[in-house]
């Protein structure tokens, strides 16, 4: 299960601007690209990190864990220790069901 600080930073911006398309727009990314990276995310995650509340994206249980302070800069700092910004890292991921 490998992921990128690509796709962690996509998450990011998709919870804090609120949807697909905001994000896409801040990112200067097609809205497509967006989906797509999110996608990819929870498929190698094997969990759903987001569900549709009304016209927003909301964390689920299992993101929301992933979404804490924490989470984020494990992301962060584990794909640093990388090398570089699309460096690919294994995540043990805190979000996975127990």
């Known amino acids: 299960m490998k992921t990128t600080l690509d796709q962690w930073q996509v998450l990011r911006t998709i919870v804090e601007e609120g949807g ?4 896409a727009e801040k990112l200067h990314r097609s809205q497509s690209s967006v989906s797509y990276a999110v996608a990819r995310l929870q498929e190698q995650l094997e969990v759903a990190l987001l569900r549709q509340d009304g016209r927003r994206m909301r964390l689920t249980g299992e993101g929301g864990c992933c979404a804490t302070p924490t989470g984020w800069n494990a992301a962060r700092e584990a794909c640093a220790g990388a090398g570089s910004r699309s460096s690919r890292w294994r995540w ?7």
């Open 92 to 98: 043990t991921a805190c979000c996975r069901p127990r």
């Open 20 to 23: 697909f398309a905001q994000a």
